[in-house]
């Protein structure tokens, strides 16, 4: 038994991608035994194990989803554990674990340092602890700081509980888990407080742009020119995909009374604004998603299927993604040999990563939406925008989530899973091409179109 123990150690080691789904997965286990127990409840109850697991899974990867409402579920033990799962789960397995290390004055080792590399989507090998520390530091102020402000809403509110809702919705929307401890309506009911709205929306928004744009940002401050190709690209789509979402939003929704239509201009704005950022990847809402109307509904679904931006809390294809994917498209058009952008030339092996992972992610998505058509009795549209949410991170539902059949829930725990690790990480976690071919056979054209 300790060889074989021995024996996948050492194969584990080697692999760090299956590191990090080892990791993620040990975790989303320990989490949902300790909700399971019953000190984590409010009636000193055991909760019932497939809930804690979902909820786990939704947790530590960042999602939002839950079959149960967790205001009333568990007490401020259970909450707590929670709020640690979610930042577990937006730093990653290796931040905490090198941290625990550096707290422990333990050495980092190489292995660990290749993990870490793996798990941020950095290129070079070198400054791993240096930007895991950085990573550690940012989160804890950025965290800090947006609790600060948030309590000026929550404590006049809710007395001394709203340094605890402070604490936890500040961590939830960094971490873009959209978990929320308010009850039934999320954050509906600060929809007409468009103070609330946009620290929501700024820790959303930071916390779904990546921390290598961090580093360009306070090294180079506003010197664009300075700023790598990832982070131009990240902030390029960021706030193009934040206007074009805001924009369709408030057009589609303007005169929508079940939604914004008795907003006055201000907070139908702040409104249109939140749903955008919400759907990239943090999952609450201040107007309820079954109120939306189709056409808003699709376009949310786009908006949650792109995602945030590598090396982020964020889920989704990412932002990078879609953008190679626009460029090689425009390239194609233009009868382009290379593919250019910001005067620099883009790799074929990024653009077949990126296409990789599109059509990975879309037979993902529409797998399971047939299989769950097959199971459940819901609307097509509904039970497509749910698996999205799950398979992007995101957490927003329209309503479905807690009258879901318990292997609709299995499957959707698999697909948070996937969704937070990354369908290429746990591929590649069983599958490592090491040896490269040696012979290349003669090209060949195909008719396409």
């Known amino acids: 038994m300790k060889n074989h123990f021995h024996i996948f150690r050492e194969r584990l080691s080697d692999n760090p991608p299956a590191v990090l789904t080892f990791g993620f997965l040990f975790m989303i286990l320990v989490g949902s035994f300790l909700l399971f127990l019953p000190f984590s409840s409010k009636n000193l109850n055991f909760t019932n194990y497939l809930d804690c697991l979902f909820i786990a899974t939704s947790s530590v990867c960042v999602t939002g989803l839950s079959t149960i409402n967790i205001a009333y579920e568990f007490n401020y033990f259970g909450k707590t554990i929670i709020m640690i799962l979610i930042q577990v789960g937006g730093l990653g397995f290796m931040t905490m674990a090198t941290m625990v290390a550096l707290i422990l004055r333990e050495k980092i080792t190489l292995k660990d340092r290749l993990v870490i590399k793996e798990q941020m989507g950095v290129s070079r090998l070198s400054g791993m602890v240096k930007l895991i520390k950085y990573v550690i530091y940012s989160t804890l102020l950025i965290e800090f700081i947006g609790s600060i402000f948030l309590s000026f809403v929550f404590i006049p509110k809710y007395g001394l509980k709203g340094i605890f809702y402070s604490i936890f919705h500040s961590i939830s929307a960094f971490c873009n888990a959209g978990f929320d401890v308010l009850g039934d309506s999320s954050l509906k009911i600060f929809s007409n407080n468009p103070y609330f709205l946009s620290i929501v929306s700024l820790l959303i928004i930071i916390g779904g742009i990546g921390f290598n744009v961090y580093i360009d940002i306070i090294k180079f401050k506003f010197n664009l020119k300075k700023y790598s190709i990832h982070s131009k690209i990240v902030l390029v789509m960021t706030f193009s995909l934040l206007f074009i979402g805001t924009f369709l939003f408030f057009i589609l929704e ?196």
Do not use: W
Not at 291 to 315: D, Q, R
Not at 319 to 334: A, D, P, R, V
Not at 383 to 406: C, H, M, Q
């Open 254 to 449: 303007h005169n929508n009374e079940s939604t914004i239509g008795n907003y006055n201009f201000i907070d139908k704005i702040f409104n249109s604004l939140f749903q955008s950022v919400t759907t990239r990847t943090a999952g609450f809402y201040s107007i309820d998603q079954t109120n939306f109307t189709e056409s808003s509904s699709v376009i949310s679904m786009f908006l949650m299927f792109i995602g945030g931006s590598p090396s982020s809390c964020a889920g989704g294809i990412k932002t990078t993604t879609i953008f190679l994917l626009l460029i090689t498209t425009i390239s194609f058009i233009k009868n382009s040999d290379d593919i250019e952008v910001f005067k620099r030339r883009i790799s074929f092996s990024s653009v077949n990563k990126a296409i990789g992972l599109l059509v990975i992610s879309l037979s993902l998505v529409f797998v399971v939406t047939f299989i769950l058509s097959l199971i459940e009795n819901f609307r097509y549209l509904d039970l497509l925008f749910e698996v999205i949410s799950a398979f992007a991170t995101v957490g927003l539902s329209r309503n479905l989530t807690p009258y879901l059949k318990d292997i609709s829930k299995i499957i959707l725990i698999l697909l948070m899973f996937i969704g937070r690790v990354g369908p290429l990480t746990i591929i590649f976690s069983f599958y490592k091409n090491v040896n490269k071919k040696k012979i290349r056979y003669a090209k060949e054209n195909i008719i396409v179109g």
